[in-house]
């Protein structure tokens, strides 16, 4: 049974350009998280989405935004990149009484 | 808000100590309380929770956790340390808004494991 699947596994940005990250969430699962961690720091909550809407949002700014497809994958969207958007984005997915399973997720780097 | 707080950004113990890992935390209500460990360039894996059961908790590769109400602590231990320990832990503590649930993290505890 695979787990959470995030692509690319790693990238190197532009400042001012855009990127799209993708999640796809363990099998059964339908609530996809998303989280940004900082070299040396813990997780910080981004957005949650749940039947394709966003559910909640933590406090990040709107170049922040995020898609949710029929399947339950996800979609993880940075505009007009900045050098402090350089982190290691985690996805996690979680369902009915389930607990919250995290992807490897994605490096990126903003040059 | 919730918040935990990990004691202790390095903790360094030799193969075969007792590990102990420090959080508190800070809820207004009964709180969801975890442990995830990170290894190098890797996502994070549950080690255990606490969802107001039983207040000491096991989890995977020998660690357990002892939710203490009255200390508002949620401390992680490990009886014997072992070289694949080394990693960083972070402690958690679930929040719910409405029909939505986030987690808030510590920031984490490197745990080195000496010879």
């Known amino acids: 049974d695979a787990g959470v699947t995030q692509s690319p596994t790693h990238l190197i940005k532009t400042r001012g350009q855009q990127v799209t990250l993708r999640c796809s969430p363990k099998s059964g699962h339908d609530t996809v998280s998303w989280y940004q961690q900082a070299l040396g720091q813990g997780p910080q909550f981004i957005f949650q989405?749940?039947?394709?809407?966003?559910?909640q949002r933590g406090n990040f700014p709107d170049r922040f935004s995020g898609h949710q497809f029929p399947n339950y994958s996800s979609e993880l969207n940075v505009n007009a990149l900045l050098l402090g958007d350089s982190a290691l984005y985690l996805c996690?997915?979680?369902?009915?009484?389930?607990?919250?399973?995290f992807g490897s997720g994605t490096r990126l780097t903003v040059v | 808000a919730q918040s935990v707080t990990q004691l202790g950004s390095h903790v360094s113990v030799s193969e075969g100590a007792l590990v102990l890992l420090r959080c508190n935390y800070s809820?207004?209500?009964?709180?969801?309380l975890f442990w995830y460990v990170q290894y190098p360039n890797q996502g994070l894996q549950l080690l255990l929770k606490y969802t107001s059961a039983a207040t000491l908790v096991k989890g995977i590769n020998g660690f357990e956790a002892e939710f203490k109400k009255s200390e508002t602590s949620f401390h992680l231990t490990k009886p014997s340390a072992h070289m694949s320990d080394a990693a960083e832990y972070f402690c958690a503590v679930s929040e719910r808004t409405g029909t939505a649930s986030k987690l808030t993290f510590g920031t984490g505890t490197r745990l080195q494991v000496t010879l």
């Open positions: 809820s207004s209500v009964p709180p969801y």
């Open positions: 989405y749940y039947e394709e809407e966003e559910r």
């Open positions: 996690a997915s979680s369902g009915y009484r389930a607990s919250y399973t």
